[in-house]
């Protein structure tokens, strides 16, 4: 997995922290929503 999960919640994608839409996490090159 690209992006390290750091929070149940919320994941860090390229070092910035995005708020998890489902409780799946998308590679940080693949992020379009």
Do not use: I, N, Q
């Not at 390290?4 to 919320?10: N, Q």
């Not at 409780?23 to 693949?30: A, P, T, Y």
């Amino acid at each position: 997995m690209a992006a390290k999960a750091l929070d149940p919640g919320t994941y860090s994608v390229g070092g910035r922290h995005v708020a998890k839409p489902r409780g799946e996490v998308r590679d940080s090159s693949r992020l379009d929503r």
